[in-house]
């Protein structure tokens, strides 16, 4: 079991950056970040293997989003740069205990952080 923990949500102006945090309890073999808009159903992100060497983005955040992870503290990121009032959803980290390629399918992740609402105004 797997526990994550995110933080760094919050109200910004369209244009600004925001940086969410989410600690996890023990190792994966990968991590994403997903996103639920308001009405909308969730939708992929971003991902990161344990090891940080393999990344995988939604068209909607490329150049705009950036994964990383921090093994020592078992801590995946997500910087958000630009962001837009399309950004604007509840913010969920995730893992995947399982070996395998980064895949963008939230059946795929086994543990669900409870989620950090972000909210960009025009």
């Known amino acids: 079991q797997v526990q994550l923990v995110e933080s760094g949500g919050g109200s910004v102006q369209a244009g600004d950056s925001l940086r969410l945090s989410c600690v996890a309890s023990?190792?994966?073999?990968?991590m994403g970040w997903f996103r639920q808009p308001p009405g909308k159903e969730r939708e992929f992100v971003a991902a990161?293997?344990?090891?940080?060497?393999?990344?995988y983005y939604a068209d909607s955040v490329k150049g705009r989003f950036t994964i990383s992870i921090d093994n020592a503290k078992n801590t995946v990121y997500l910087q958000m740069n630009s962001l837009k009032s399309e950004d604007t959803a509840v913010y969920y980290c995730?893992?995947?205990?399982?070996?395998?390629?980064?895949?963008?399918?939230?059946?795929?992740?086994?543990?669900w952080g409870q989620g950090t609402q972000v909210t960009v105004s025009s």
């Open positions: 995730a893992a995947d205990r399982d070996y395998g390629p980064i895949v963008p399918q939230t059946t795929e992740y086994d543990y």
């Open positions: 990161i293997n344990w090891s940080g060497y393999s990344t």
């Open positions: 023990g190792r994966a073999y990968a």
